[in-house]
């Protein structure tokens, strides 16, 4: 079973607007890491937060954890065509075991 | 430094015959996984090596997957007997243990489809 599950699951903007992608899972949880998916450079880990943190940056990247929530964001501002790839949330109960959601697929048009 | 090598690159097979995969992870990295990622999903975790113990298999479907790491470094997968279910990518990480929030560095799959 998949534990987080993003919204949306396609997103469509313009070079230069900010994506935002939403993450929910359903367990406790000692971090969660969001992670890029294009044909070109296969899977890459983008961010990490763990679950005493709220908010996390990283160049363009921007990640909040909202444990209550059990939710997470990634927003990527001023976006660039190479921006578009497949952007999964993964959680990490314990000892480094991934649990994927399903995916937003972005696509940044220049 | 090497990323993380995987062969095949893509394989195609029947329904009910073998396959195998192959990976080699980064050097140095104790923990090794393997995922399974079916088209418009994200990848599942099948199994968790860390060095050639098995941490976690509990995804693995055992009557027909396989998997070792006999030495601590390379490792393989297989699949016997196929079915059409199968079809996927075959993804394989290496962090370098299994500490918390290691980064995992992921090879660039075996595509695998089943007829």
């Known amino acids: 079973s998949q534990q987080g599950e993003e919204d949306p699951q396609a997103l469509s903007i313009q070079e230069g607007e900010n994506a935002t992608m939403n993450c929910s899972y359903k367990?406790?949880?000692?971090?969660l890491q969001w992670y890029r998916q294009n044909s070109g450079r296969g899977l890459v880990h983008l961010i990490l937060i763990r679950s005493n943190e709220r908010e996390k940056h990283s160049g363009r990247l921007r990640v909040t954890l909202d444990t209550s929530k059990k939710s997470s964001s990634l927003l990527i501002t001023a976006s660039r065509a190479a921006d578009t790839a497949s952007y999964f949330c993964?959680?990490?109960?314990?000892?480094?075991?991934?649990?994927f959601g399903g995916g937003t697929r972005l696509m940044v048009k220049p | 430094e090497a990323g993380v090598a995987q062969s095949p690159r893509y394989k195609i097979i029947e329904k009910r015959q073998s396959v195998a995969f192959w990976c080699n992870p980064i050097s140095g990295h104790a923990t090794l996984y393997w995922y399974q990622q079916i088209l418009g999903q994200g990848p599942k975790l099948l199994i968790q090596f860390q060095n050639n113990g098995v941490v976690d298999d509990s995804q693995l479907p055992k009557d027909r997957f396989s998997a070792e790491r006999l030495k601590g470094v390379d490792s393989t997968l297989k699949i016997q007997p196929a079915k059409l279910e199968d079809s996927a990518v075959y993804l394989c990480?290496?962090?370098?243990?299994?500490?918390?929030?290691?980064?995992?560095?992921f090879g660039p799959g075996t595509r695998l489809t089943v007829l």
């Open positions: 990480a290496s962090s370098f243990d299994l500490a918390g929030g290691r980064e995992q560095f």
């Open positions: 993964a959680t990490d109960r314990a000892g480094n075991m991934l649990t």
């Open positions: 367990t406790s949880i000692n971090n």
